[in-house]
């Protein structure tokens, strides 16, 4: 999509070329920043590594997918996805917004793997058919296996995108016929990071893509090869109604009094206590809101096997081992209220003591005649 000449812009000198102002960048360089959970001090270096570094070459591969990660990262503008992103790299490859089609498209593949093999990056949508030797998803003749094999074995690294590359997805599921896996399980030994959700956030995307240009290595991961700083916290924990669970006040039903006062959905069948994301930081829409925020439920979509395992989507979770308190929510909420109401109660009681206790030592400590006026009120 580039010619040579522009691949030898610095980020910063292809951005300013696009009309992007200096004011944005580094307000996209701190934003940055933050959903890396780096320190502030770190925006500098991004900036720096930005502005220097030579755009890395792109290709974006879609098997069994619906799109809706290309769709949730080109709509989002905050950080900029459209209008910044794209411009970090240089995108060869891109089934759903190339201009190429047919062949010439086909040519641009072929060229970015046996040009700049070792040195490009990879993008997977959508999971990978593996029965009846993947017939059931075909490019140009070829399966969707036979490119991933070839394009992503001849890539610096894989960034599997959505829960469908990263764990099979809906695809998947239980009653599938198509044996679809994720990028790991199709292809394992790969330089790999797993971005899962159903879509995937865009701005995990471009965080991930800084981190590579800023640090020229990945982001630590966790055992399923996430990003730590998009999946190394439940959103249990980081949820705006965890206050109500921890007071036990769960809304009962869509529309009751819990549910109108932003009470916690846990019994309405949230799934925030087994789930690693970042949706609670960085939400969807520019950033304006997310599930939860909206008073639905988290339906897990960025675990693993999320259809299978967190449906039905409205039942509660039940007690899961290595889930913390949350095993018995409503016994830890109600007995937190209970243990609250007890020691009110029990101060109560021990003000009374303590000040029949005053008073008892206030009176011994009167003088005689003081005490004996007042014998004869006590009918001693």
Same mark, same amino acid.
């Given at each position: 999509?580039?010619?040579?000449?522009?691949?030898?812009?610095?980020?910063?000198?292809?951005?300013? #070329?696009?009309?992007?102002?200096?004011?944005?960048?580094?307000?996209?360089?701190? $934003?940055?920043?933050?959903?890396? %959970?780096?320190?502030?001090?770190?925006?500098?270096?991004? +900036?720096?590594?930005?502005?220097?570094?030579?755009?890395?070459?792109?290709? /974006?591969?879609?098997?069994?997918?619906?799109?809706?990660?290309?769709?949730?990262?080109?709509?989002?503008?905050?950080?900029? @996805?459209?209008?910044?992103?794209?411009?970090?790299?240089?995108?060869?490859?891109?089934?759903?917004?190339?201009?190429?089609?047919?062949?010439?498209?086909?040519?641009?593949?072929?060229?970015?793997?046996?040009?700049?093999?070792?040195?490009?990056? +990879?993008?997977?949508?959508?999971? *990978?058919?593996?029965?009846?030797?993947?017939?059931?998803?075909?490019?140009?003749?070829?399966?969707?296996?036979?490119? %991933? #094999?070839?394009?992503?074995?001849?890539?610096?690294?894989?960034?599997?995108?959505?829960?469908?590359?990263?764990?099979?997805?809906?695809?998947?599921?239980?009653?599938?016929?198509? &044996?679809?896996?994720?990028?790991? #399980? %199709?292809?394992?030994?790969?330089?790999?990071?797993?971005?899962?959700?159903?879509?995937? !956030?865009?701005?995990?995307?471009?965080?991930?893509?800084?981190?590579?240009?800023?640090?020229?290595?990945?982001?630590?991961?966790? !055992?399923?090869?996430?990003?730590? @700083?998009?999946?190394?916290?439940?959103?249990?924990?980081?949820?705006?109604?965890?206050?109500?669970?921890?007071?036990?006040?769960?809304?009962?039903? /869509? &529309?009751?009094?819990?549910?109108?006062?932003?009470?916690?959905?846990? #019994?309405?069948?949230?799934?925030?206590?087994?789930?690693?994301?970042?949706?609670?930081?960085?939400?969807?829409?520019?950033?304006?809101?997310?599930?939860? &925020?909206?008073?639905? &439920?988290? $339906?897990?979509?960025?675990?693993?096997?999320?259809?299978?395992?967190?449906?039905? @989507?409205?039942?509660?979770?039940?007690?899961?081992?290595?889930?913390?308190?949350?095993?018995?929510?409503?016994?830890?909420?109600?007995? @937190?209220?209970?243990? $609250?109401?007890?020691?009110?109660? $029990?101060?109560? +009681?021990?003000?009374?003591?303590?000040?029949? *206790?005053?008073?008892?030592?206030?009176?011994?400590?009167?003088?005689?005649?003081?005490?004996? %006026?007042?014998?004869?009120?006590?009918?001693?």
């Amino acid at each position: 999509m580039e010619n040579n000449e522009v691949l030898q812009d610095g980020v910063w000198s292809a951005l300013e #070329k696009r009309g992007v102002s200096r004011r944005r960048f580094l307000k996209f360089c701190s $934003v940055m920043a933050g959903t890396l %959970a780096l320190p502030m001090g770190y925006t500098s270096r991004i +900036v720096q590594a930005l502005e220097q570094t030579k755009r890395p070459s792109l290709v /974006w591969l879609e098997f069994q997918d619906c799109a809706g990660n290309t769709e949730s990262a080109l709509r989002a503008s905050h950080p900029g @996805f459209a209008e910044i992103v794209l411009d970090l790299l240089s995108w060869n490859y891109h089934e759903t917004v190339m201009a190429p089609s047919g062949k010439a498209a086909e040519k641009s593949l072929a060229d970015t793997v046996s040009l700049e093999k070792g040195k490009y990056l +990879v993008v997977v949508e959508g999971s *990978i058919p593996t029965a009846d030797n993947g017939i059931y998803c075909t490019i140009g003749g070829r399966s969707a296996l036979d490119i %991933a #094999k070839e394009v992503c074995g001849n890539a610096y690294a894989t960034i599997a995108l959505g829960t469908c590359a990263t764990f099979g997805g809906i695809p998947a599921a239980r009653g599938g016929i198509t &044996g679809a896996v994720g990028v790991d #399980k %199709a292809i394992p030994g790969l330089r790999l990071i797993n971005l899962s959700g159903c879509p995937a !956030n865009g701005a995990n995307l471009a965080a991930t893509l800084v981190h590579y240009l800023t640090f020229k290595e990945l982001p630590a991961t966790d !055992n399923l090869k996430r990003p730590l @700083f998009a999946h190394g916290e439940r959103i249990h924990d980081l949820c705006p109604r965890r206050a109500h669970y921890d007071a036990g006040q769960f809304a009962m039903d /869509w &529309g009751d009094e819990g549910h109108r006062n932003g009470w916690c959905l846990y #019994k309405m069948g949230c799934k925030g206590p087994n789930t690693n994301y970042n949706c609670a930081k960085i939400q969807y829409n520019d950033g304006t809101n997310w599930p939860i &925020g909206v008073g639905h &439920g988290c $339906v897990g979509c960025a675990q693993p096997a999320f259809w299978d395992t967190m449906t039905p @989507f409205y039942r509660t979770l039940p007690s899961l081992p290595n889930i913390g308190v949350e095993t018995s929510a409503e016994t830890f909420g109600v007995g @937190f209220i209970g243990a $609250v109401a007890g020691l009110t109660a $029990v101060h109560a +009681v021990g003000s009374v003591i303590r000040n029949q *206790i005053k008073k008892r030592n206030d009176d011994n400590s009167l003088p005689i005649t003081s005490q004996r %006026a007042e014998a004869p009120e006590s009918n001693e």
